[in-house]
């Protein structure tokens, strides 16, 4: 089992004249009138959350769900007004200035919606650049600029500024000088959103390879519920800053807490999202048939075959016991009724 | 973003008054005080002497004080500000001995005409192109041609030295302002005042403090170029995206290596642009600045202008131009200029051919220097001067549009100028007060009503209510006549991309000229007084109304303006019911530096003879009357910063109300 890397307790972001003086003043959880009523703008409420090594945790919601300050929380960028945040098992808000610097200029990583290159310097000098300010003399940090740079595709781009580039070679630009410290944890704050749908599936791809072989621990914005479904092992949907649902797809698919969550997953392609565990008919025991498919695999993977069968298919576990049925109906109920199997 | 507007909008509606009846409110009081004008108490109409605040007397005291009375130690303030004066001295001497004078001391000449020629070309070049290259290199080769090489240089060699001194001053205030919040609350409204300040009134305390002559000059050239750096760093520093700072946070800068790695070079365009600002206002200084006896271009053109000389003055007014335009460009061309990546394999002559060329320059002047001396200094035997033909086009000026000139200038006078005056004689200065501070209330509320009111009662118990009233009334009537010029041209500009294109160019070459230009060809048109005066600052000031006028109809979002053709406008109707309502706003702002720039030129037009408070600030730079100078000079400002807090509250409001800010 995978440990904690990062996570936050009870974190709060309220904007306002005097904020934590209000927060501490309110005599349980103030709910979001009394904050408003109160002369305060909530950024993020309450909000408990916990990211495993390796992970890839998706901050999902629309604009002005607090995504982006809890994200920016996460990373100290932005002063909580109250709560704790946890990284390596120290709470970081409690570091001093310069410790802080030091986590950054060694563990931490961050690519930005908008790309935030340095206009002034090349690819390879904006790759460079975390490992300038933390004073890696020049041959160590090129050398590794340009690994990174080789890493994210942009090898023989070394010496173009960022106007030469376009916006993916930029973002990629922005993905290398975030890795260039080998961090332990990445945060990337909508890095895909500024591109073309081409590009961004693209990139997309590009950010799951890379992960394939980093292994990073991961917080990832996104306001793209396919983007989410695409590259988080768990998704945390927010809504007015507080998190509504936290889970994995299927589970939001499947068990939505709340209308919001229902509302936003209802249009969701199900037949990439849900596994056959999920839809199936239970089965009383018996020696499956060789045709059985397994239990986690996802409907589109085994549709053809469920569609084109007279009788319900078996549904096997990873030991080969047979652990349910799955029928050419509840197949299609699943894929296009609008209410989902609880 | 639309949350905001609707939120935005529904408080407005909650106030009770509508705009109409907020028009009788401002209007209201005015008018009873201006109708009832001859019943009133003569107090209510006229300031009284005895209400004057000594204010001069005041600042005198104080001068005087620093000046004579303070004393730190073994040296009085005094000899700190001429100590400091030295300073300049230093830096001023090598870059005029570059130039022009050479160093007797070492035996050393001159940098050679030839070799200063094909360095600016070679600038022009690097920094742009061919074209930027014939244009530094004809403007030197012009200075050397025409007779004109000493002079020119040592006005170059001023703004050389006082625009990087200037620069890092205004940097550094910047940078301190955007860090420390309690600087900037302390600052900006500083520089809000400073900017306003008419040029003389720089010049007289330094004048006091220092003394006359070119080094004098030369310091109030830097101090006058140090607000609009101020200000640029100021909305550069903050203009960087928040998305940036954090990624060098996120990189683990420090401080300071956020400030010097990530802020300042991302925000190097607007720094650059602060650059060639200092550079436009140390030129148009340096020529004001002969006032208080900076030698180079300005001194000589003073000195033709009070002889009448006009034909000589437009020679010098010629070369000044030319140089403002060569030196605008150049630094313009270097805030625009993007780095591009060089080839990795690419030789030492391939990253720097600019810097190989330049030392090829150097060493081929020098050679040619060896062989004749023609290559060091122009010959004087071949030196022309365009001072007969610009004679002779006064003369022809003089002969043939003496007569309708003299009608116009009298029609002007007669039906325009002396009705207004009279009209604003008239009104009584309550009325005025009361005017400024209804309007500063439905427009900004309780702390803008105070603020202009504030000024207002400064000018009117300063005791030059009535020179600054003559002041009022000609700024009026050149901004209504701008106005009325400047929108229609504006208008007519914006319909093409091409007319566009040339009028903005017209527009960012006028406003390179140093003012004081401007009063030459009035001169030879009208000879002296009032009518001249307002002609200069109708030419002047009509640069940012039909600037302004351009920008606001173009950048009307095209979306609005497709939707209007699809709804069957006509040109006309696409006009005034779309593109006009749109851009009135900029076009605000455009009347607002229209009246700032009008405000600059009256007190420069003293020199040709006006009666207003820009004669009494003329006189007080005679007099070396500091404390006169001073109050005179926050009149100015302060009549323009009421103008500009009121428009531009006005402006703010309006835009935000259309969706546009």
């Known amino acids: ?342 | 973003m639309s949350a905001t507007t609707l939120i935005a909008s529904e408080q407005h509606q909650d106030k009770p008054s509508t705009p109409l009846t907020k028009s009788l409110i401002v209007l209201l009081p005015f008018l009873f005080l201006l109708l009832a004008a001859s019943m009133l108490p003569d107090w209510a109409v006229q300031v009284p002497k005895n209400w004057t605040v000594p204010f001069v007397d005041w600042a005198n005291v104080l001068v005087e004080h620093l000046r004579d009375d303070t004393v730190f130690g073994l040296f009085s303030f005094r000899d700190l500000t001429r100590g400091a004066a030295e300073l300049i001295t230093w830096p001023l001497a090598i870059v005029e001995g570059l130039l022009v004078a050479g160093f007797p001391a070492i035996g050393l000449p001159a940098m050679p005409w030839l070799m200063i020629m094909g360095l600016a070309g070679l600038l022009g070049w690097h920094l742009r192109d061919w074209r930027l290259a014939l244009l530094s290199a004809g403007c030197v080769a012009y200075m050397a041609i025409f007779g004109k090489w000493e002079l020119s240089m040592i006005t170059l060699s001023v703004v050389l030295v006082a625009a990087p001194i200037a620069g890092l001053i205004g940097f550094g205030i910047g940078i301190l302002a955007v860090k420390r919040p309690w600087f900037e609350s302390l600052v900006v409204p500083l520089l809000n005042v400073l900017q306003s300040l008419p040029h003389f009134s720089y010049l007289i305390p330094i004048a006091v403090f220092i003394g006359v002559g070119h080094k004098a000059g030369a310091i109030a050239t830097v101090i006058f170029a140090i607000p609009p750096m101020a200000r640029l760093t100021i909305l550069g520093l903050k203009g960087v995206a928040e998305e940036v700072r954090e990624a060098g946070k996120m990189a683990g800068c420090t401080r300071f290596q956020t400030l010097w790695m990530v802020e300042i070079p991302s925000a190097r365009q607007s720094l650059l642009v602060g650059v060639n600002q200092v550079i436009m206002q140390c030129l148009a200084m340096v020529v004001i600045a002969s006032f208080v006896g900076a030698r180079g271009l300005g001194h000589d053109l003073l000195f033709r202008l009070q002889a009448l000389k006009i034909g000589q003055a437009l020679e010098n007014g010629v070369a000044i131009v030319l140089m403002a335009i060569t030196l605008d460009q150049l630094s313009r061309a270097a805030a625009y200029k993007q780095p591009s990546h060089v080839a990795p394999d690419a030789s030492w002559l391939q990253r720097f051919p600019f810097l190989a060329a330049a030392a090829l320059v150097v060493l081929g002047s020098l050679l040619l220097t060896a062989i004749t001396p023609y290559a060091q200094n122009w010959p004087s035997q071949f030196t022309l001067s365009t001072a007969p033909f610009w004679d002779a086009l006064v003369r022809w000026v003089t002969v043939t549009l003496y007569g309708p000139l003299q009608v116009l200038r009298n029609a002007m006078l007669l039906y325009v100028l002396i009705p207004i005056r009279d009209l604003f004689q008239g009104i009584p200065w309550t009325a005025i007060a009361a005017l400024v501070a209804a309007a500063g209330w439905a427009l900004g509320g309780l702390r803008l009503a105070l603020t202009v009111l504030g000024f207002v009662l400064f000018i009117a118990f300063a005791g030059y209510w009535e020179r600054s009233l003559i002041t009022a009334y000609m700024v009026t009537v050149a901004v209504l006549i701008c106005v009325i010029i400047g929108l229609p041209i504006g208008i007519w500009a914006s319909r093409s991309e091409r007319r566009t294109g040339i009028a903005k160019l017209l527009c960012d070459t006028f406003q390179t000229f140093p003012s004081f230009i401007y009063l030459i060809p009035v001169i030879m048109l009208f000879k002296v007084g009032d009518v001249a005066a307002i002609s200069a600052i109708i030419i002047y000031a009509l640069i940012p109304i039909v600037r302004y006028t351009i920008f606001g109809l173009r950048n009307v979002p095209a979306e609005i303006v497709e939707a209007g053709i699809t709804s069957g406008c006509t040109r006309r109707q696409l006009l005034w019911n779309i593109r006009m309502p749109l851009a009135f706003p900029e076009i605000m702002l455009g009347i607002n530096q229209t009246i700032m720039f009008a405000l600059f030129m009256v007190i420069i037009a003293a020199f040709i003879g006006t009666k207003d408070i820009g004669q009494e600030i003329f006189r007080a730079l005679t007099f070396n009357d500091a404390g006169k100078g001073l109050v005179l000079g926050l009149c100015v400002a302060f009549m323009g910063l009421t103008a500009d807090q009121l428009i531009t509250a006005w402006a703010t409001s309006r835009k935000r109300r259309l969706g546009l800010a």
């Open chain 1, 1 to 342: 089992m995978s440990e904690t890397k990062l996570a936050c307790r009870n974190l709060w972001k309220l904007y306002g004249s005097d904020p934590s003086g209000f927060l501490r003043g309110q005599p349980g959880t103030p709910s979001i009138e009394t904050i408003r009523v109160g002369g305060y703008i909530p950024a993020v409420r309450d909000v408990t959350l916990e990211v495993m090594t390796g992970e890839i945790l998706v901050v999902m919601g629309l604009s002005g769900s607090g995504k982006s300050t809890l994200l920016r929380c996460l990373a100290r960028l932005i002063e909580p007004t109250a709560g704790e945040v946890m990284f390596e098992g120290r709470d970081i808000l409690a570091a001093s200035e310069r410790e802080m610097i030091d986590i950054r200029r060694h563990k931490m990583g961050m690519v930005f919606q908008h790309f935030a290159l340095l206009p002034h310097r090349t690819v390879l000098d904006n790759v460079a650049f975390p490992l300038q300010v933390r004073g890696t003399d020049r041959q160590k940090r090129e050398a590794r600029a340009r690994e990174v740079v080789e890493l994210v595709g942009l090898k023989g781009r070394e010496g173009y500024y960022p106007r030469e580039l376009s916006g993916g070679q930029q973002q990629r630009v922005g993905i290398a000088r975030s890795l260039a410290v080998g961090p332990d944890v990445w945060f990337l704050d909508e890095p895909f959103s500024a591109l073309d749908p081409l590009i961004r599936r693209e990139m997309q791809d590009e950010f799951l390879r890379l992960q394939q072989m980093l292994n990073k621990t991961i917080v990832f914005i996104t306001h793209d519920f396919d983007e989410a479904i695409r590259v988080a092992d768990r998704i945390a949907i927010m809504k007015d800053g507080v998190v509504e649902q936290l889970g994995t797809a299927e589970e939001l698919v499947t068990h939505p807490a709340t209308p919001y969550v229902a509302e936003f997953t209802r249009n969701v392609p199900h037949d990439r999202l849900l596994s056959v565990r999920a839809v199936m008919a239970p089965a009383s025991s018996r020696t499956p048939e060789t045709t059985a498919v397994r239990a986690h695999a996802l409907l589109a993977s085994v549709a053809r075959q469920v569609l084109s069968s007279e009788r319900p298919v078996d549904v096997v576990d990873d030991a080969g016991m047979l652990v349910g049925t799955l029928s050419r109906d509840s197949l299609i109920d699943a894929l296009y009724s609008a209410e989902v199997p609880a």
